[in-house]
């Protein structure tokens, strides 16, 4: 299983980014993708997660009703939508596949089996 990434960049705060995250390989059937960011010197830090069914869904209380998560089955892609963006929002944003299916466990990142590689976003003051 392999997930990629994508979609980071500099924004300014208040401005709304997406992130991309494709999953390839052999995916168990509902397998629960969730968002994390981290900054140097920091744990990576669990934002937000979805049950592959789009069923569930989860948020940091740092970027809930700011951010959302969606999912679209026929590309293998989970979406990361930022807004109002903040520049304590700054970080790498990695995604990650859990096969933990109740919610309960997504926001711990060593339930976490397969990692993309991370994608930065930097938001300017």
């Known amino acids: 299983v392999q997930l990629q990434a994508s979609g980071g960049g500099l924004v300014q705060a208040g401005d709304s980014l997406s992130l991309s995250c494709t999953v390839s390989g052999r995916i168990q059937s509902d397998a629960p993708i969730g968002w994390f960011r981290q900054t140097p010197g920091k744990e990576r830090e669990f934002v937000a997660g979805?049950?592959?069914?789009?069923?569930?869904?989860y948020f940091s209380d740092s970027v809930k009703g700011r951010f959302t998560i969606s999912r679209d089955n026929a590309k293998n892609t989970v979406y990361l939508q930022m807004n109002s963006l903040k520049p304590e929002d700054t970080a790498v944003y990695y995604c990650?596949?859990?096969?933990?299916?109740?919610?309960?466990?997504?926001?711990?990142?060593?339930?976490?089996?397969?990692w993309g590689q991370g994608t930065l976003v930097t938001v300017s003051s």
């Open positions: 979805i049950a592959w069914s789009g069923l569930s869904r």
């Open positions: 990650g596949l859990t096969r933990m299916k109740d919610s309960y466990y997504w926001s711990d990142r060593r339930y976490y089996t397969y």
